[in-house]
């Protein structure tokens, strides 16, 4: 069993930096592909970011390429979401999703098996 734990988010002002973490225990994720994903209200949850724990291959929404980045650390089996040029429209529940890597990135990304409990992340004008 895999728990995943997020942390990091909070209030910022538009143009400003977050960082979330995504930490694993239970199981390391080698092997896995983790992303991030995001639920704002009203709406249904939509894929952000994500990272092969084994190759670092990444992947971004076309909303957040240039301004998110995705990278893990091993020895704390750790996901990090460095997110700069905040815009307003980024406020959501940033949830940690992870299961084992699949090359089908749809197939992937439909089909998480593990997530965070979530992490609020609000931009203001």
């Known amino acids: 069993q895999v728990q995943l734990v997020e942390s990091g988010g909070g209030l910022v002002q538009a143009g400003g930096s977050l960082r979330l973490s995504c930490a694993a225990s239970?199981?390391?994720?080698?092997?896995?592909?983790v992303g991030w994903f995001r639920q704002a209200p009203g709406k249904e949850r939509d894929f952000v970011a994500a990272?092969?724990?084994?190759?670092?291959?990444?992947y971004y929404s076309d909303s957040v390429k240039g301004r998110f980045t995705i990278s893990r650390d091993d020895v704390k089996n750790t996901v990090y979401l460095q997110m700069d040029s905040l815009k307003p429209e980024d406020t959501a529940i940033y949830y940690c999703?992870?299961?084992?890597?699949?090359?089908?990135?749809?197939?992937?990304?439909?089909?998480?098996?593990?997530w965070g409990q979530g992490t609020q992340v609000t931009v203001s004008s």
């Open positions: 999703g992870a299961s084992v890597y699949n090359p089908r990135f749809m197939d992937w990304k439909q089909n998480i098996r593990y």
């Open positions: 239970g199981r390391t994720f080698s092997g896995y592909r």
């Open positions: 990272i092969n724990w084994s190759s670092s291959t990444t």
